[in-house]
């Protein structure tokens, strides 16, 4: 691999990474730009470096349009939802991988395939039982169908790192004595904590940033951050300044959390390289 | 399916139980939680959905059409175009979003300085919801102060400024170009972790029989990482095949249907059209899972691993 | 045993008298969050009326017009939807099955006939027709000055003349008209219409809505042309497709500005606000004027009157009464002369035009003085227009049409074949 930088030149290789940083960071650093500047200022010239740094404009967002609110729904919500997706879909899939038996790829299949159905039409039928069960309108409803909605990637992804462990450890573990439940719990879990943690950050980013769902089943108290943004996008006077604020409020949160668990990540993942 | 998708020693002769039968306890207790809400939550409404597809729903009363339904689906031009958009998009996109990933993984792989940041760097856009991705690019595609038609302008390439979103023939390209610009980094992100998780023996292998990178690139890592790259592959399609709030935020199906998505199509008929009809928009949902079905087993089928991979 | 009989007297008292006093909450869903002063008018409203009647608590909740639509279809799809809420005569979808209350018993000798008769389903009036509007061709008055271009006492300029004042605007760089199609799906189709209502007259132009008049036909096709030669000079400003509605009214008059705007008489609710919060600056002079006259018109005069925001109940409300009392509170020539000074757009009201006075008595002046004598056709095409025409005609006429991504063969052909079944 090392010969491969040689042949390429380092320049070559630096150039094209420093443009394709540019191309996928630069937005973003725009939008970053633009959430310390009014709108008015924005309008003048969009692309300047913010002269004066408004950071009152987070205190505006935070407070003045609800955000805490939101902020918090979205806390809640999210966490509950991917701790029970981690927990029963590992469980599930633990299940499927080590197991053989009648049924077993059949009912696989039938979650699996629950992926690829669109929400758009679910979402009525969804809205109807949440009505019914006196879910609708709750924390605890959108928290359900959320986990609904990702148990088949969850399990999915867990399935396929499960099925690969290798199957002396678990005959071992047999040999000794241990109930099915400790070996799920000692010997399938600690191994794939790779895929799980990429479980919890897949889960996390998209239920954080999920739309749909909650526009439908949620009421102006029960709101999420994605639904909050749309508060500064009256019609009148796009706050291209504030809505940048509240993107920024949005993003910071899942990128510090991906920074956190990435490190995690990688270090299980280099560790497992070398056998 | 799993066969299919990693290349994992025939499970037989590895995770044969020691007992006879399958202990039915466990196993019921593993999976009753995940079916429990797998049947309230989804496999009720699918089923309520089939049974909409036959019947003309409304709010008091449901009235049994037969395939009427489908018949006028398979009349439905605004519904194909709407097809062809989604598998176009679909098709594209993880050509695109997996070459460029597999490339930037070697990148890193390479042991270049400062990866932890790229690493990052790379990766915020798939952590940015739909809504966000959806509001900067409108802003990025504004014909007079974004970003896109300002670079060109600033590097004398002026002549060629669009309305990026506003022209029927170039609003599809651009939007997959967008999310090419958000899952590319998350693909590297994985690509990266199945190259670190190969066994080292290997690549050190390969090094010593003197191979030129391109040779151990396509001889050795790829076919290695290949389940990773079926993976990511399903996984986008599937994701393009379902794609709906993008396109909401910033062309709502525009311009003349040309990024129209069946999501948004169903959308419309069972939101926007004047109808409360359900029956038909659930038509559309049951024809769409067939064909997205059809795509993914084509998909894998495709993928499929011809010999087995022993390290 | 006297006591226990006494004892059940006061009881029965005590509980008859909280049923008559009984608390009756009524919930109410609106468009109009972002538009202040509809908003005030309505919150004014709802403040008088539960002045008046102490045991109506009313809980409103605001609203973006896309938002509520797809809020309201869920909710009553499954039952559970508000009281009151806001809805526009195209909505025929409600009245098809029988979600909404009949409301006879308002007082519809306050109300126009013609307003009566757009909310009309079989027989029954089903919606309180609160906002009318019609189309106005909007112009920066110091702007055309300074193009050189004089208004006639008609109102109206010639084809011809308005060709003119495109390419002189363009001559100095300003954008002959802003419009934008955004988030609407109506905008864009006006300068279509308008032109085809007048060439055509109101029973051909009724017949071609309804399919039943081919799009191929010449008056139809030279009209497409007409226009499109407008669109070709660069009549509207480059970012058409996705400006918003809110965002046109600020191209207009604030930034950059535009000559002309062509937009429902709903204008005054957005123009009308201080300038911080999207409305006129200071000193800005806006005129009104007629859509220019199409070469041999059949009907010059004929132009679009729509039936906009009003109000329906839910027939499933508990209740009934209450509702249609706070609807008929609206009925009152006082009400809507209120609403026409303060939030100076047309209403199905009737009002005292006698006694019209207010801040903006100047500009409803205009806009009277612009529909003077018109003949009007009832509805936006948009709002006659059901299933698949109307979503071709949306998206050719609205959209792609007026942003010149489409031929007019093309537009003429897919109009055409979308009435085939």
Redesign the interface.
Known sequence: ?????G?LGRGG??A??AL??A??????L??ATMSLRTTSEI?ID??AWPAKWHWEKFGQAWFNSNYNVYFGNSLIVVVSAVALLT???S??A??F?????RGN?A???????????????????????L?QYGL?NTLAGLA??Y???Q??LT?YIL??FF??I???L??AA??DGYP??QI?WKVSLPIAL?AIA?AVILNT?LL?????YA??IT??SKRTL?LG??RF??????D?GM?ATG?MI??VP??LI??FF?EK??QG??A???? | MASLVAPTPPRAASTALRVDRPPWGAIVAFLLPAFTVYVAFTAYPVLRTLWNSVRTVLPRNAEFVGLANYAALARDDLFWRAVQNTFVWACVSPLAEVTIGLLLALALYARIPGRRFFRIAWFTPVLMSYIVVGIIWVWIYNYDWGAANALLRAVGLGAYVQAWIGDPRVALPSLIFVTTWMWTGFNMVVLLAAMHSLPSEVLEAAELDNCGWAAKLWHVVIPLIRPTILNLVVLSFIGKMKIFDLVWITTKGGPLWSTETVSTYLYKRAFEWSTFDLGYPSTIAVVWFVIVLAGVLGLTWLFRTRERLEY | MRTLRWLVAVLAVTFASAALGQQVKLTFWSHWAAEKIKRDFVEEAIRRFEAAHPNVKIEATWYEKNALYAALKTALRAGTGPDIFYAEPDQVEYMENGLLLDLSPLDWSGIEPWAKQIWTYKGKPYGLPLEAWTIELYYNKKALADLGVTVPASLQLSAGSFTDLVKKARAKSMTPMSLGVGDRPFPGAFLVHEALVKKLGLEDYANLLAGKLSWSDPRVVDTLKLVRSWTEAGLLPTTFTTLKLGESHTYFYANPGAATFLMGSFYSSRAFNPPDKGGEPAGFQVGIMKYPAVPQGACEECRTLAVGGSYVVNAGTKNPREAIEFLDAFVDPAMANRWLENVVVQTGLKADLSKIGGPHAAYLKELFAADANAKYFFGLPNQRMQGKPKEVFTQVFNNAFPAGTISVEDAVKQMNAAYAR
């Open positions: 691999m090392k010969r491969a930088i042949l290789l630096f094209v990474v394709y940083t191309f996928a960071a630069g937005p973003f725009w939008v309008s969009h692309y927990v029963i879909g469980m599930a633990h299940c991988a080590r197991y053989r038996f790829r009912l696989y299949f039938i979650v699996f395939s629950a992926i690829i159905f669109p929400p758009q039409i679910t979402i009525i039928a969804l809205f109807q039982i009505v609708y359900l169908v986990v609904a909605v148990l088949p399990v399935e396929t099925a690969r290798p199957g002396d678990f005959d047999r040999i099915e439940w799920f790779p990429t980013i954080w940033n999920e739309f749909l526009v439908v009421d102006e994605p943004i749309q996008m009256g019609d009148q006077l796009e291209v809505i993107l949005a993003i899942v990128v991906y920074a990435s990540l990688i993942m280099t497992g390289a070398v056998k």
